[in-house]
Every structure is written in structure tokens, then in C-alpha cells.
């Protein structure tokens, strides 16, 4: 980077150039924001979609969901008045450490305390779910503070980031200052730096892992952050240790891999659950070990002996006390602990794989008939065997939460080292928008949402938005009438019985969202067999315009519940 070539220009033009250096392919908005910006980008030729979407949370998931795809920063923007909704979509890529920068308009110091037209103070809604949260008040600070935004997105344990430029719409983007958009290629995507561990902390918790008889790694979402797979399986194998993984983590080792036993924690396989909850040793590598992955801190239990390998050195030990703390990136520690691993302590493990691997096989042969059911309305454990069976080998899944969630996590394999798998970090409605943003960001890979009636319900306009600017998505809705993970939830609180009125407080009208989609521009298929799903598939998958598939099922059907 070189520094002293100002020139001239707006800060619309600085930011155009600046997007464009980063390599951003989309930005996703609600209008009017940053106008002068979008000329420029236009006029300056980038190249970038500008995406004007339905509302600003469906924005900042798109934005999310391109992220997580790309590891490179998802971009989505708001008016002053949208802020707040633009502010809530982050809430998700906070808790899912995706590198989301935010950008809105806001206070103009002339008429601030004025009653002016739909301002207020947005910035303290940014703070819970930002790692830089900061205004920018004059035209030339554009270059560095665009630059400190990426910076800060993709460093360390990634997130989002906001940026409130003056004006409710931020019309300082047309104010002129001497300017020069340099930008950082090193700060375009994570990881930015990749720290190597120091060689005693390598080599201590090496020796802890090859020590033990019935050891166990936890593979979180730093493994992907990291792009670290590779490594995690070659390790896994070299020392024959059983992987789980967190739901975020899921796609660090196919869940066909002999060594694989599922998604530990709440939303979970109860083989996963009960490998961990037997094992001796338990590894932690670039997991929170926050409540959804140990079940509230039961998967292991408090006093397992635990190593931990993570980027963020605040995390080590958060939750267990730790015999071996490695602070590093992911692949650099696989790669040096596979360089020097003994790979004759795999012995010692023969007694623990059988006993992991019959664990697996109670699991399979326990939800056998229900992944295989051909009952009508449709099982959703069969609809993730059908998933598993035929999804391309290098798909993008993206999965909603509550039943989405405990479904795809606890019945869906994934097959092949190239599929990637991502999933809402809490928030119902995330999904499908992330989704979209994910074949923004992946337009030549499938990809496949997987998520409930309620959770399309919330961003359901943007369907029009898929078809508008040709986002061939294939969604796939669970489509059972209501939101029937709080079915047990209201039952219980009626006296343990299911009654109408509790039944009201869940259930909404049967509606065709296929039918629906087609109206909108998109194409639908409605599916009510379950042999019929494959090839429902694979018409949407050719189809070459953003599908949903509606899929009729069980409203009874309800997600087995975590074993400790
Ligand atoms: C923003 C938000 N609000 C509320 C919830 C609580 N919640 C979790 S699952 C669920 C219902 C899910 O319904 P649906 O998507 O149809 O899936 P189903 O349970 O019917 O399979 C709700 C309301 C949430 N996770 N996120
Ligand atoms: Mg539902």
C-alpha cells in the first residue's frame, strides 16, 4: 500500500472504487441510501449488483448469508429510518461471527435535537452486535474508515462491523475532499493473518490427545473460518479420534466419514451426544463451547478434561478448565500437530472406535424406520434422508433454525468434503434471504435452503426478489402448517395436554407455497409423496430460476430431544 497519491473526488466515488478493490460482487439495500454511491458504481463500471430487496433484515441476511459463503464481507445498507431493522438482521452474523459490514445514513450535526423526520439516535443499537460500531462525519476520512471496517470484519474472531456516514441518507457520499481508495487485498476476506501456535502449546496438548483412550474432538465453526477441513480430517485420521462437530461446524467433516458421529450438543444426534458424554479427553477446535454445542455445558460435562485450539485467546477455558490451551489458527495447528503427531498411539484407541462406531449404528438402526417411512403427510426425518441422498456434492445447505435446525442437524449427512453447510445462528426467518445471499456470492454451486413454514413466512417477499434479479436458489419448506417446535412448549403449559386453544398459539392456515412462488415469478413444485421428492430436486436444481419446493409434512412430527 502506498500512501500520498491523493486526488479529487467525492467520497461516492471513494467508496465505489474501494468496494470494487475489495472485490465486492453485491451490496444489498433498502433505498435510498448512498445514491451518488450507486450512480458511481454504475458509472465507474464495477460491476457491482445493487440489490434493492424487501426489507433491511432480509438485507443484512443476504449480506450474512454471502458472507458466510465467500469469508469474504457481505455488504447491506440502510436509510437512517431502516437502521434499526438493518440492526437487527446483524444480531445473527454477530452470534455466527460472520464478517457483515453495515452502512447507513445518519445524524446531520445542522439539525440534530430538532425533531428532524424519522431520526433518531441509531448508533447505540449497533453496539451489542458489532465489533466496530462508528460514525463518519467527514468526506475524507471515507478511504480509512471503509479500510478499518474490513480490517476489523475479518481479523481475529470475525464479525460484523457498522458504519454511519452523515445525512439520513448519507449524502456526505457527495461531498469532494482529496482522497486516495487505497485499499488492503489482505483485509478482502478471512482469515486475514493465520497465527502459528507456539510449539510447547502443540506439543502439550499432542501429548494429552495421544495419552488418551476414548478422546474426542469438537469441531466448531472456526474450523471453517479457518478453512481448515482438510487438516481436521487428516488429523483425525493419523490419531484414529472420533469427530463431533457443532451444528455451525457441521461441514468440517462429512458426516459418511467412518470417524464422524454427528452434531453434538442441543439441536443434536444422540450418538454425538453420548460419544462426547463418554469420552475422556475432550478437543475443542474454534468452538465457542457455548450452550447449543455442550447442551448447556451437560455435552461433556463440567470436569472432562478439555484442550482447546482457537484464534481468540479469551475463549480458552471460557467454559471448561482447560489441561492444554493452544491460541492459534485452526489449519496452522492441525498442519504442525499432523507434522509431528505419533501416529503409533493410535493403538491404544482400537476398544473406544469399536465402541464409537456401535454407538453410531444404535443411532442408525434406532431412526431407521422413520428416515425410511413412506407415511403421507410426510415425515421430515425421511425428507433429510432424501437430502442426504441426493444433494450435489458441491451444494451450499443453508438451514433455519428451532425444528430446521434439529432436523437437518440430527438426520442430514452430508457426503462429500465440498459441501458446505451453514445455519442460523438463532434467529427464525434467516434462512431463506441468507440463502439468496449465498448464491450471490456462489452463483455456480447449488444452493439448497432447508427451512419450516414460519420460517419462510417472514422474508416470503423475497421471492420476488429472487426472480427479479435471477437468484437461482432452490428452497425446500418443511411446509406443516405452523410452527410445531412449540407445540411440546404450549402443551406444557396447558396442563401437558394438547387442547385447541393451546393449538392456537402455533398453528397457522395450510397455504400452497408453490403456488404462492409461482405468483411471484419464481417456479414451485409441491411435493406430498416422499418418493417424489428426488425428483422434485432435481427439476428445481436444473431449473435455472429460484425454486421452492413446498413440502407437505407432519404436523405430529416432532425432533427427538437432546440425550446427556
Ligand atoms: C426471531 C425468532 N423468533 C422466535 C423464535 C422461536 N422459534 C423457534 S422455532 C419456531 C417455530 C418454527 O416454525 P417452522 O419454521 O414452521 O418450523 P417447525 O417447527 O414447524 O418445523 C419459533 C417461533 C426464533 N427462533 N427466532
Ligand atoms: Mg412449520
Not at 463500471?45 to 458466510?68: C, N, Q, W
Not at 472456526?222 to 472420533?242: C, D, K, M, N
Not at 459418511?256 to 450418538?271: A, C, F, M, N, Q
Request: with cysteine; aromatic share 6%.
Amino acid at each position: 500500500m502506498q500512501l500520498g497519491h491523493n486526488r479529487r473526488m467525492t467520497g461516492a466515488q471513494c467508496l465505489a472504487d474501494m468496494l470494487k478493490g475489495y472485490g465486492v460482487t453485491h451490496v444489498f439495500h433498502v433505498p435510498a441510501v448512498l445514491r451518488t454511491t450507486f450512480a458511481e458504481m454504475e458509472r465507474r463500471d464495477t460491476g457491482i449488483k445493487r440489490l434493492h430487496v424487501h426489507g433491511e433484515k432480509a438485507a443484512a441476511y443476504m449480506a450474512d448469508g454471502y458472507a458466510r459463503a465467500s469469508g469474504m464481507p457481505g455488504i447491506c445498507m440502510a436509510q437512517v429510518i431502516g437502521a434499526l431493522n438493518l440492526a437487527a438482521g446483524l444480531r445473527d452474523a454477530w452470534l455466527a461471527h460472520s464478517p457483515v459490514i453495515a452502512m447507513t445514513g445518519g445524524r446531520e450535526p445542522k439539525t440534530k435535537f430538532r425533531k428532524v423526520y424519522q431520526e433518531i439516535d441509531d448508533m447505540p443499537a449497533f453496539e451489542p452486535v458489532t465489533k466496530f460500531n462508528a460514525t463518519v462525519d467527514d468526506v475524507g476520512r471515507f478511504p480509512d474508515m471503509v479500510r478499518q471496517a474490513f480490517r476489523t470484519a475479518v481479523t481475529g474472531c470475525p464479525g460484523p462491523v457498522h458504519l454511519q456516514f452523515r445525512g439520513n441518507e448519507g449524502q456526505i457520499d457527495a461531498e469532494e475532499a482529496e482522497m486516495e481508495p487505497l485499499i488492503e487485498p489482505q483485509f478482502a476476506r478471512v482469515p486475514a493473518f493465520r497465527p502459528v501456535p507456539d510449539e510447547d502449546s502443540v506439543r502439550a496438548a499432542l501429548k494429552l490427545l495421544e495419552e488418551s483412550a476414548r478422546p474426542v474432538i469438537v469441531a466448531g465453526g472456526g474450523v471453517r473460518a479457518s478453512g481448515a477441513r482438510t487438516e481436521l480430517v487428516a488429523f483425525a485420521e493419523a490419531l484414529q479420534i472420533p469427530v463431533a462437530t457443532s451444528l455451525n461446524g457441521k461441514d468440517s467433516i462429512p458426516g459418511t466419514h467412518p470417524l464422524s458421529v454427528g452434531v453434538v450438543g442441543t439441536y443434536s444426534r444422540e450418538s454425538a451426544n453420548r460419544v462426547v458424554n463418554a469420552a475422556d479427553l475432550v478437543c475443542f477446535i474454534g468452538s465457542e463451547t457455548g450452550g447449543m454445542t455442550t447442551h448447556f455445558w451437560a455435552v461433556p460435562k463440567i470436569g472432562t478434561p478439555a484442550i482447546q485450539i482457537d484464534i481468540e485467546p479469551e475463549a480458552l477455558g471460557r467454559n471448561y478448565p482447560l489441561a492444554a490451551a493452544v491460541n492459534a489458527d485452526a489449519k496452522a495447528t492441525l498442519a504442525r500437530m499432523i507434522a509431528v503427531a505419533d501416529r503409533a498411539s493410535a493403538a491404544k484407541r482400537q476398544a473406544w472406535l469399536a465402541a464409537v462406531q456401535k454407538t453410531c449404528g444404535e443411532w442408525r438402526a434406532k431412526y431407521k424406520s422413520a428416515l425410511e417411512s413412506e407415511a403421507v403427510p410426510i415425515r421430515p426425518e425421511r425428507l433429510c434422508r432424501e437430502l442426504t441422498g441426493h444433494m450435489p456434492d458441491d451444494a451450499i445447505v443453508i438451514v433455519d433454525t428451532g425444528h430446521a435446525g434439529m432436523w437437518m442437524g440430527g438426520m442430514f449427512d452430508l457426503t462429500s468434503p465440498r459441501q458446505r453447510y451453514m445455519r442460523s445462528a438463532g434467529h427464525l426467518g434467516w434462512a431463506f434471504p441468507a440463502g439468496l445471499g449465498a448464491k450471490c456470492a456462489c452463483p455456480d454451486r447449488p444452493v439448497v435452503t432447508f427451512t419450516g413454514d414460519a420460517g419462510l413466512w417472514y422474508h416470503i417477499a423475497e421471492i420476488e426478489t429472487a426472480a427479479r434479479w435471477g437468484i437461482n436458489a432452490v428452497t425446500v419448506v418443511n411446509n406443516n402448517g405452523g410452527g410445531n417446535q412449540s407445540k411440546r412448549g404450549f402443551d406444557r403449559v396447558y396442563g401437558g395436554q394438547q387442547t385447541a386453544k393451546a393449538r392456537e398459539l402455533w398453528t397457522f392456515s395450510q397455504v400452497n407455497f408453490a403456488r404462492i412462488a409461482e405468483d411471484m415469478g419464481a417456479m414451485g413444485i409441491r411435493v406430498e409423496q416422499a418418493s417424489a421428492f428426488p425428483a422434485a430436486l432435481h427439476q428445481a436444481l436444473a431449473a435455472a430460476r429460484p425454486v421452492v419446493i413446498d413440502v407437505v409434512t407432519d404436523i405430529e412430527a416432532l425432533a427427538p430431544l437432546a440425550v446427556t
